[in-house]
T-cell receptor, first 117, second 113 residues
Framework: DAGVTQSPTHLIKTRGQHVTLRCSPI?????VSWYQQVLGQGPQFIFQ???????GRGNFPDRFSARQFPNYSSELNVNALLLGDSALYLC????????????????FGAGSRLTVL | QQQVKQSPQSLIVQKGGISIINCAYE??????FPWYQQFPGKGPALLIA?????SEKKEGRFTISFNKSAKQFSLHIMDSQPGDSATYFC????????????FGKGTRLSVIA
């Protein structure tokens, strides 16, 4: 079984540019969460989507946006990139997004490492 | 505001020894406490998790101890092996509702022969 797949694995952007990161969840998982992991820190929650609807948003500026498609894959978009956006962006999928035993059992992808110069 | 405090930041243990990583939380609504293991270049992977209706959970060499009154939980790795060298993250969330997992800052474990 394929796990959570993310693309691209690495990318380099310059300040002010825009980036789109993509995620395919485990088959059968309907919820996708995005986390930002800065070097040496734990993952920080950005967004959660379930059944194509935003179910949660972390403390990130409006430059960050996301969406979930009918096939449950997801995109994370970041506009007007700043140096501080350099991080590993992790996508995680879970069975449900509405609480209960399946909601927070997250399976993470390997991440997309973004470097902003 | 850090809701889950993890210590130590780094840990060096001899092969065969016991590795102990501690976490403390503030939010009494938390009732799901997983530990994730992350190797370089990989995403975090769920290692073991506990709910507060038990004080201890063991899976192989990995044990979570939970102290509800102190709002603390810890990961014990028995007979630590070089292959256990990784970064470990504790996390917490309520199981009900839709609150996301909150992670600690991580502990980098090195097991030396």
């Amino acid at each position: 079984d394929a796990g959570v797949t993310q693309s691209p694995t690495h990318l380099i952007k310059t300040r002010g540019q825009h980036v789109t990161l993509r995620c395919s969840p485990i088959s059968g998982h309907k919820s996708v969460s995005w986390y930002q992991q800065v070097l040496g820190q734990g993952p920080q929650f950005i967004f959660q989507y379930y059944e194509k609807e935003e179910r949660g948003r972390g403390n990130f500026p409006d430059r960050f946006s996301a969406r979930q498609f009918p096939n449950y894959s997801s995109e994370l978009n970041v506009n007007a990139l700043l140096l501080g956006d350099s991080a590993l962006y992790l996508c995680a999928s879970s069975l449900t997004g509405t609480g209960g035993a399946g909601a927070n059992v997250l399976t993470f992808g390997a991440g997309s490492r973004l470097t902003v110069l | 505001q850090q809701q889950v405090k993890q210590s130590p930041q780094s840990l060096i243990v001899q092969k065969g020894g016991i590795s102990i990583i501690n976490c403390a939380y503030e939010n009494t609504a938390f009732d799901y406490f997983p530990w994730y293991q992350q190797f370089p270049g990989k995403g975090p992977a769920l290692l073991i998790a506990i709910r507060p209706d038990v004080s201890e959970k063991k899976e192989g060499r990995f044990t979570i101890s939970f102290n509800k009154s102190a709002k603390q939980f810890s990961l014990h790795i028995m007979d630590s092996q070089p292959g256990d060298s990784a970064t470990y993250f504790c996390a917490a969330s309520p199981l009900s509702g839709n609150t996301p997992l909150v992670f600690g800052k991580g502990t980098r474990l090195s097991v030396i022969a």
